[in-house]
T-cell receptor, first 115, second 113 residues
Framework: QQQVKQSPQSLIVQKGGISIINCAYE??????FPWYQQFPGKGPALLIA?????SEKKEGRFTISFNKSAKQFSLHIMDSQPGDSATYFCAASRIRGTSYGKLTFGQGTILTVHP | SAVISQKPSRDICQRGTSLTIQCQVDSQVTMMFWYRQQPGQSLTLIATANQGSEATYESGFVIDKFPISRPNLTFSTLTVSNMSPEDSSIYLC??????????FGQGTRLTVV
């Protein structure tokens, strides 16, 4: 599996602030980039995903920015809330062919939002 | 989204024994996968569970250690064989359909003592 590098490893923000998590990938065949949110003791939950034909996707307070030429994508959480405190994983996969659905995950970011 | 149920949710096992984890989906799905999440770590793909044929394993994972079954389009099992403390992890089932997102079960937290 090709690597997906995620940073920072941990992030602390104040309530109402903006949380930004970055990921970079190597394999140019990747064409699907989801973000997952994981609370302790739970499985990862799909948060938002993007395909490389768009540079940005927004769903509520969550936005993915995608830079195909730089092979980078990022998650922005606007107006961060204490309930957003969780571990966030970026991932990448191919949506076609035999590799479909096989996710390569970043290392994860532990987000803490202080009230 | 598909509803995925994993059993057991957690277990404590003696070294040298085996544990079989079940994954049940509430609808037929094309793809089923098994991942491992070691303590404090990211998720690593173990194998693709193929319906009606042998599972496809990723580098570093072998069938003798992690035998997988998938008898139909809604069910799969993963067995962790001859366990050692290094196998202590969360094991997660994931499902996907063509052109849709991948979803995860709640995971099975395994502790080997």
């Amino acid at each position: 599996q090709q690597q997906v590098k995620q940073s920072p490893q941990s992030l602390i923000v104040q309530k109402g602030g903006i949380s930004i998590i970055n990921c970079a990938y190597e394999n140019t065949a990747f064409d699907y980039f989801p973000w997952y949110q994981q609370f302790p003791g739970k499985g990862p939950a799909l948060l938002i995903a993007i395909r490389p034909d768009v540079s940005e996707k927004k769903e509520g307070r969550f936005t993915i920015s995608f830079n195909k030429s730089a092979k980078q994508f990022s998650l922005h959480i606007m107006d961060s809330q204490p309930g957003d405190s969780a571990t966030y994983f970026c991932a990448a996969s191919r949506i076609r062919g035999t590799s479909y659905g096989k996710l390569t995950f970043g290392q994860g970011t532990i987000l803490t939002v202080h009230p | 989204s598909a509803v995925i149920s994993q059993k057991p949710s957690r277990d404590i096992c003696q070294r040298g024994t085996s544990l079989t984890i079940q994954c049940q989906v509430d609808s037929q799905v094309t793809m089923m996968f098994w991942y491992r999440q070691q303590p404090g770590q990211s998720l690593t793909l173990i194998a693709t569970a193929n319906q009606g044929s042998e599972a496809t394993y990723e580098s570093g994972f072998v069938i003798d250690k992690f035998p997988i079954s998938r008898p139909n389009l809604t069910f799969s099992t993963l067995t962790v064989s001859n366990m050692s403390p290094e196998d202590s992890s969360i094991y997660l089932c994931s499902v996907g359909q063509t052109n849709t997102e991948a979803f995860f079960g709640q995971g099975t937290r395994l502790t080997v003592v």
